[in-house]
């Protein structure tokens, strides 16, 4: 096993993606038939690392998405995003990042159940997620239709840098202060509670303790006072409600002139005799018939 920690480093150097365990094995023992364990890939991989934790590099080897990959140093992040302007494969739309994070957080989930969740059809940002390969088919469900389900991808753990999905941020490590609203300060001042014994000022200005039985009936006694008030205020702007109406004999007869005057009317009205017209429709109708018959017969003799 000469060179061992070199033939390692090799691997992972070349490799585009992170490289687990297993492939390092594997390609070991093709190219050199080497039975390694993990505890001998493991302890190579550890002097490797601590060679690159020197400021001489640029770049550092990382363990993300259980395995391992060459990464720039996070200070010389902002010199490489420069240089690659963040390649059009690598960027996400909103609806792709949301689409997403409700996979990444709700994994295994099918489609319908994202729509459900975002409200909007899900398939341009799935088709895009599966052309981008952060996400892959991961079975079908056992409901009706058996629909597809969706998980995150091992890219998706590259292109975030975690080790597994344990690792992504929760909800309590967004938390913000400013989404609160009000502070336990104004919450008290809004609601000004005064405790048993509390200590109140009097009309002259001096401090007075209270007990909760003097409170109540002080509390009570503005209840009342205030009612009074209410009460005298409906009738200070008319002292006599009764006075605009008259009084009640005064309606009554102004009521049954009203129904006399109607009655008088009603009198006086010249109603038709409709048997009369009726029969003075009829004469005309039987008049109108007799010249036509007549005209008829004087033509025919013609």
């Known amino acids: 096993m000469e060179l061992l920690k070199q033939q390692i480093e090799a691997l ?3 490799s585009e993606q992170c490289i687990s365990l297993d492939e390092i094995a594997a390609s070991l023992k093709i190219s050199f038939d ?3 364990t993990d505890e001998e890939m493991i302890d190579a991989i550890e002097g490797i690392k ?3 934790t020197s400021e001489d590099f640029a770049f550092e080897l990382v363990e993300i998405s259980e395995g391992y990959q060459f990464l720039t140093k996070k200070q010389f992040y902002p010199t490489v995003s420069a240089l690659i302007q963040h390649k059009a494969k690598k960027k996400l739309s909103v609806s792709q990042m949301e689409t997403l994070a409700i996979i990444a957080y709700r994994q295994p989930i099918a489609k319908s159940e994202i729509e459900h969740i975002r409200g909007v059809s899900c398939d341009y940002a799935i088709h895009k997620l599966l052309e981008k390969e952060l996400i892959e088919i991961s079975g079908k469900s056992d409901g009706p239709g058996r629909p597809v389900l969706y998980s995150t991808s091992k890219l998706f753990m590259d292109y975030f840098g975690i080790k597994s999905v344990k690792d992504l941020p929760q909800l309590k490590d967004l938390h913000v202060e400013q989404n609160e609203i009000g502070t336990s300060s104004e919450l008290s001042d809004a609601f000004d509670v005064v405790p048993d014994g509390a200590e ?3 009309r002259d200005g001096e401090g007075v303790t209270l007990s909760p039985e003097e409170i109540s009936a002080e509390t009570t006694e503005n209840i009342e006072m205030s009612s009074e008030e209410v009460t005298i205020n409906e009738f ?3 002292e006599n409600p009764a006075a605009d109406f008259g009084s009640e004999n005064e309606m009554s007869n102004e009521t049954d ?3 006399t005057d109607l009655v008088n009317a ?5 109603i ?4 009369a017209i009726y029969l003075e429709n009829q004469s005309n109708i039987e008049a109108s018939s007799d010249e036509d018959a007549e005209i008829k017969k004087d033509t025919s003799e013609e």
């Open 257 to 259: 002139e009203n129904v």
């Open 12 to 14: 992972i150097f070349c």
């Open 266 to 270: 009603e009198e006086g009205m010249n």
């Open 50 to 52: 601590a060679k690159y």
């Open 200 to 202: 109140q000022l009097d």
């Open 272 to 275: 038709p005799d409709r048997k």
């Open 34 to 36: 080497w039975e390694l």
């Open 236 to 238: 200070s702007d008319n």
